[in-house]
């Protein structure tokens, strides 16, 4: 059960509240007519010991326009939904037409709150056709039935879930397309669904409730709950123009078939009452007060940090209700208002639109600082305005614009459908704001009774269940942001006295949400700079996560065809030669491997478009399943692994945001991005050469990569998936390197023959010339002959280790290998 509370505003309209009676312990019935400016107001509230209700019309009799009538339909928050509150209309009364094949309807919708299926319109035929007309909202999402077929065109329509706001809705069906119009605009077109469009006007029409057979059938979760008026049907398709008119409140158009403002309507546990037309199309801004004291530039900060702005009044009329509003809720502080002249010395406007305002009620003697003070306070017991420094030290408390427009979220609660996590700020228990939930939850300060401690509540006010409690440090502390909750009811399937981590705040699917409930954009999470002034951004900030029964050993299933083993992409970059031993048959080079895979087992958080941002750790590494890999034709087995690094290639869109996660992450399913895996090799690789051409010889070589423990039909490399490059061309003193996956060597003949072979044959014709002089010169041919095999002999050794000393040295941290040939003595 709720603990004792204060019932004071439970609707939101601050100005109107029941009396409680403590002595007597009953609640009196209040009925208030208050005028101000021609304006007046007025509310019903009905309350009792047992059960409580109140709601105040969303519309003030200014005069605007002609009469219309509004219907209540079960518009108070508190109360449980009933299934016996509907407008009923019989067509067979209408004397216009018999059938139609095409219709236009519209209806004007005030919601308060919401249950699981907002039903506006039923139109049942038989028991068989009781969905002949059926308009609906679903979780946000419009559905629209015609002869009991849905209209596909309906499901496109984007409108916000707020509350507390009129909306004017047409659906139109004309020829052979079917239009929905909300507040005067197209909202979605497309051809109209279904070949029956003969529709009987013989049946049963509900407005606020749906109808699972002719006039019967009535579910309680589906109606709706709030204000509704304007509702006509027409044998027609109404123009654009026509309805831009009505959307507008310029015209009151009544349907030919059926008007809510012409026929005579059966109210079922209804109430009505009249309105001008204009009222509906008024909006004006109303206001939450929060009692905590802050200094002005405070009071700015946390009316955006709940979604709003801070509050000042446009006209007297309504500096007057705000007056009346701190009386009556005894929040009688001293307030900031968002007025200033800053902009003009001695004109004050509003911050808002700079609008002036006149007739400023000043307290005796202010504003009496000049340039110095440019900001507004309220006075506390006498309600008049003082001008204060803006950027001081002074404090009051804060009023801020009651946004219906931004919602807050209430997330951890495993709701079904997102409006159930929505919640909006009214006001006031024990003099402060509480926190309506769309479908009828409630977060609100309560006293216990047994030793007055307060705490915040939240709970089911159509049940009268409470649901959790959290106790804070201090009553003006809100329940912002994440906190854990201790349940006093079975909350996702956890136990009474367990606690739950439950978050609140106005963060929406874009922005991430710091602990303390301010609000970040996504891309700020997990960038390695605190964003977030408790620094909560940069916390928990692995990228990859695995299920229970995720098996590392087991590698994971083709992305493209499970049938098939995995082939990863596999690429190799040669960065370097050190050396290649034409006797050793042995090439000593480093390379880069880099390969690519996809594991739809897995789960990535907050990745980057930057690949380097998606470094994983040691530990993550640990995670997930690799590739073991050996090199058959490494000499000695021996590669070393110079450096490896794991990354996370983003390649598709992030999962729609799951509304009851309560730390907003943004998550990618494992087949939205690759895993690549880069690792720097080192080593000497054998080669089989074949030098029967030298030095015209092509050698053929490559580093051999084989998957280890595991079988072909799992994983496996192919060719379409596999290619090599070689990094920076740098020409090697005695080959070529080509680019096919195998590289291949081609030796760089015109070396060889010019260091080599030409001096050598130059040698020996200079010596075999000396066979053709005469015999007398034979001592001195002889000696020549000698030198010259001697010379040849000598340059050849030379050149060949000339040669050798071209092979590249290898460079490390500054280190050079030297070479050094030894002549014979």
């Known amino acids: 059960m709720v603990p004792r509370r204060s019932w004071s505003g439970l609707a939101g309209a601050s100005h109107f509240s029941p009396v409680w009676d403590p002595v007597h312990d009953e609640v009196n019935l209040l009925i208030k007519m208050l005028t101000t400016n021609h304006l007046q107001y007025y509310a019903t509230s009905f309350l009792s010991a047992k059960d409580s209700w109140l709601f105040v019309w969303p519309c003030d009799p200014l005069g605007h326009g002609e009469d219309i009538r509004v219907f209540a339909l079960q518009p108070d928050i508190w109360a449980a939904p009933r299934s016996d509150v509907y407008l009923r209309f019989n067509m067979s009364r209408q004397r216009v037409a018999s059938s139609l094949t095409d219709m236009s309807v519209c209806y004007r919708a005030y919601q308060t709150a919401l249950t699981t299926l907002q039903v506006f319109l039923s139109y049942a035929t038989a028991d068989s056709s009781s969905n002949a007309i059926m308009m609906y909202v679903d979780d946000g999402e419009h559905f629209f039935r015609f002869n009991n077929q849905p209209q596909e065109a309906a499901r496109r329509v984007r409108v916000p879930t707020e509350l507390r706001r009129w909306r004017h809705y047409c659906h139109v069906l004309a020829g052979e397309t079917y239009t929905v119009y909300v507040d005067g605009e197209v909202a979605a077109s497309g051809p109209i669904s279904g070949d029956d469009r003969v529709l009987?006007?013989?049946g049963s029409f509900i407005v606020g409730q749906e109808q699972d057979g002719f006039s019967r059938g009535m579910d309680e979760q589906q109606i709706l709950k709030g204000y509704v008026t304007q509702v006509n049907l027409w044998d027609r398709g109404v123009s654009g123009a026509e309805v831009g008119?009505?959307?507008?409140?310029?015209?009151?158009?009544?349907?030919?078939?059926?008007?809510?403002?012409?026929?005579?309507v059966e109210l079922v546990n209804v109430q009505e009452r009249n309105a001008s037309l204009g009222d509906l199309c008024l909006r004006e801004a109303d206001f939450v007060i929060f009692?905590?004291?802050?200094?002005?530039?405070?009071?700015?900060?946390?009316?955006?940090?709940?979604?709003?702005?801070?509050?000042?009044?446009?006209?007297a009329r309504k500096m007057q209700m705000f007056n009346e509003t701190k009386w009556k809720e005894r929040l009688r502080f001293r307030t900031w208002l968002a007025i200033t002249d800053e902009e003009e010395e001695g004109v004050w406007r509003r911050a808002e639109d700079g609008q002036a305002l006149r007739d400023v009620a000043f307290a005796p003697g202010q504003p009496d600082n000049g340039k110095n003070e440019n900001c507004i306070m309220s006075g506390g017991t006498d309600s008049l305005l003082n001008d204060f420094k803006c950027n001081?030290?002074?404090?009051?408390?804060?009023?801020?614009?009651?946004q219906t427009d931004v919602p807050l979220f209430l997330r951890g609660g495993c709701k079904v459908a997102r409006t159930m996590t929505m919640f909006e700020i009214r006001g006031y228990v024990l003099q402060k704001p509480y926190f309506h939930g769309f479908h009828g939850e409630m977060i609100l300060l309560a006293e216990e009774e047994e030793d007055e401690r307060?705490?915040?509540?939240?709970?089911?006010?159509?049940?009268?269940?409470?649901?959790?409690?959290?106790?804070?440090?201090s009553e003006n502390v809100y329940p912002f942001g994440r906190r854990a909750w201790t349940l006093e009811a079975p909350v996702c399937d956890r136990k009474v006295g367990t606690t739950r981590v439950?978050?609140?705040?106005?963060?929406?699917?874009?922005?991430?949400?710091?602990?303390?409930?301010?609000?970040?954009?996504?891309?700020?999470?997990?960038?390695?700079?605190?964003?977030?002034?408790d620094q909560t951004d940069e916390d928990d900030c692995d990228i990859v996560t695995t299920p229970p029964d995720y098996r590392k050993f087991k590698p994971p299933k083709n992305d493209l065809d499970p049938n098939l083993p995995l082939h990863p992409e596999a690429e190799v970059k040669f960065l370097r030669f050190h050396k290649i031993d034409d006797v050793q048959q042995v090439n000593y080079l480093e390379f880069i491997l880099t390969l690519r895979w996809v594991d739809s087992r897995v789960t990535f958080f907050n990745l980057r478009s930057d690949l380097f941002a998606n470094k994983l750790s040691a530990s993550e590494r640990e995670k997930i399943w690799t590739p073991e890999l050996d090199f058959p034709n490494a000499l000695n087995g021996d590669v070393k692994t110079v450096k490896t690094n794991f990354f996370i290639q983003r390649t598709g869109e992030p999962n729609e945001l799951d509304f009851n996660n309560v730390n907003m992450d943004q998550t990618y399913s494992g087949s939205a991005a690759t895993i690549l895996l880069q690792t720097h090799y080192s080593g000497g690789f054998v080669c089989d050469f074949d030098v029967f051409f030298y030095p015209f010889d092509v050698q053929r070589c490559g580093v051999s990569i084989r998957l280890a423990s595991v079988s072909k039909g799992q994983v496996r490399f192919t060719a379409v998936r596999s290619r090599a490059r070689y990094g920076k061309y740098v020409p090697l003193p005695t080959y070529i390197v080509g680019n096919p996956v195998t590289y291949t060597l081609t030796r760089r003949y015109t070396l060889i023959v010019l260091s080599v072979f030409m001096p050598s044959i130059l040698l020996l014709a200079i010596g075999y010339s000396t066979l053709y002089l005469k015999i007398i010169q034979i001592h001195h041919t002889r000696p020549l002959d000698l030198r010259v095999l001697a010379l040849s002999s000598h340059?050849?050794?030379?050149?060949?280790c000339h040669v050798s000393l071209h092979q590249p040295s290898y460079q490390n941290e500054g280190k050079h290998s030297h070479f050094r040939c030894n002549e014979s003595p």
Request: negative net charge; contains cysteine; hydrophobic residues 35%.
């Open 200 to 202: 009987p006007l013989n």
């Open 245 to 264: 008119d009505m959307a507008s409140c310029r015209t009151n158009t009544k349907g030919n078939i059926f008007s809510t403002d012409r026929d005579d």
């Open 291 to 315: 009692p905590e004291r802050y200094t002005y530039l405070e009071a700015e900060e946390f009316c955006r940090f709940v979604g709003s702005r801070m509050y000042a009044p446009r006209d």
């Open 392 to 402: 001081g030290t002074i404090k009051g408390s804060v009023v801020c614009e009651d």
């Open 454 to 473: 307060r705490k915040w509540l939240w709970l089911d006010a159509a049940r009268n269940v409470t649901l959790a409690s959290l106790e804070v440090a």
């Open 502 to 533: 439950l978050s609140l705040s106005r963060c929406t699917d874009s922005e991430y949400m710091c602990a303390d409930g301010n609000c970040i954009d996504i891309a700020a999470r997990c960038d390695a700079k605190d964003d977030c002034a």
């Open 795 to 800: 340059l050849l050794a030379y050149d060949l």
